[in-house]
């Protein structure tokens, strides 16, 4: 896929005069970070060239995850976008158009060299404290970032900080909470699934070095964890935004917003929440909960 080039110099007042910024040898914008254990485990996995081209060629490229984010969004084109946790810079390369400023915030220093080739302006932060002034972004993206965070609610809180009166806030592909509330049986073979997957579901083994890594990077990905519908109401509405909520199995495009869930990825989702007493055809059984929420426009 080719990429319209983004400006690369931030000549605009998106920094915040109290945040202490300075741009390193190889035009990363970097931001002081308190250091912590998830975003120590961020940083190793996806600094790793090899995991993380892994994962930017693998992951949230399909064609229906471009058709549900479009659907959702409609065009990014001419338009201030931050992209929160933006790892190698999948969203991007998978959307594509023509915004004005593509900013690329995340922790991992090696990833935000991949993703500045695409047309990034990659800036090195902790989403918790965000270097950047209040309500300048016309829409604030968080793709498969919420869960990778220690504390939820106030990543999210600081994401809706930065949008502007009219402007989106787009929240996708982290757990929800109710279709990983898995028990009994399932909970067990849950605990035991890389020993399954190695013997007995090859296609989803990875080398366990990767995978363990890979795996304390997931902070809120585990039975019993995960986003809910009150994570999203009870931080946004109060900051002045209307909240969509869509819950899906990562498979839909755009008939989400027809509320298609769309199937499961793997027949393994269905059997695990089966046995925890959990309808698979419910709205809790959908894997992620995708938030779409506008601000309202000042009077």
Known sequence: MVLSAVSSSIDFPFFSAHAAVTKNS???????????HAIEANSVYFSHPEWAKGYFDACHRDSAFRERWLSVMGHWDN???VDIGCGPGNLYASIGGSPHSMIGVDVA????KMAAQIGYIPVLAD????????????????NATLHHCEDMPMVL???????????????DHDPQYSAWSYKGLALLLYKMRLPIYKFFLRSLHI???ERLTALKTEIHHHPGDGVTTQLFTQTLQPMGFQVHLFP??????AEILQGVRGKFPHWRYGWGQRLS?????SSEAALSLMCVAQKSQQD
């Open 26 to 36: 190889d035009g990363i914008w970097a931001a002081l970070i308190q250091p912590s």
């Open 79 to 81: 338009k201030v976008v």
């Open 109 to 112: 220093e090696g990833a935000l």
């Open 127 to 142: 989403a918790h404290q965000l270097p950047f002034v209040s309500e300048f972004a016309d829409i604030v993206a968080l």
């Open 157 to 171: 809180a600081e994401a809706a900080r930065l949008v502007k009166p009219g402007g989106l806030l787009i929240v």
């Open 207 to 209: 080398e366990s070095v």
């Open 248 to 253: 899906h199995n990562q498979t839909v495009g």
């Open 277 to 281: 007493g959990i309808d698979p055809l």
